[in-house]
């Protein structure tokens, strides 16, 4: 991987397209963007007709951009991204898998220290703490192996 787009690209393979699982507490969702997220960034039409541009638009501005992808190794961004996108504390976890102090803020001295992290070891670390934020939740048992699989295709991703 080698930008946003492709990261993207990736990250719709997680997601694709409408989706209302009455068991999804995010409610009804198109291309990975929850009807919520939608609405508060302009988009008034049918969930099911969200187009792919809104949704690649609303990534960048709400999932890519505020975590600084752009200054990290394309596999490590992914991941980030991903995790960002699909829900988490990645923050937190960027920190914790750059041996980087965790205090939730990311700035200058986060951004040094994921760059300075082997990305294959950083993204061995990233998806280990997601996986143990994934299994605490209530919602494990019923969307547990869908995440599962997808954190598989991402190391997977990330290997490449």
Not at 17 to 37: H, I, L, M
Not at 51 to 65: E, M, S, V
Not at 124 to 141: E, Q
């Amino acid at each position: 991987m080698t930008s946003f787009d492709d990261a993207f690209e990736a990250l719709i393979g997680n997601e694709g397209r409408y989706v209302d699982n009455p068991k999804d507490p995010g409610g009804a969702t198109c291309w990975g963007v929850t009807e919520r997220v939608a609405r508060a960034s302009g988009y008034a039409g049918p969930m099911t007709d969200l187009p792919r541009d809104t949704a690649k638009a609303i990534a960048k501005k709400l999932y890519w951009d505020p975590l600084h992808l752009d200054e990290f190794d394309p596999r490590v961004a992914f991941q980030v991204f991903d995790a960002n996108y699909n829900g988490g504390h990645c923050v937190i976890w960027l920190q914790g898998a750059a041996g980087a102090h965790v205090d939730g803020l990311i700035g200058p001295a986060t951004i040094a220290a994921v760059q300075a992290v082997d990305p294959l070891k950083f993204i061995l670390r990233w998806n280990a703490l997601r996986l143990r934020y994934f299994t605490s939740l209530k919602t494990f048992s019923t969307f547990g192996k869908g995440w599962a699989n997808r954190i598989a295709d991402n190391l997977t991703k990330g290997a490449s």
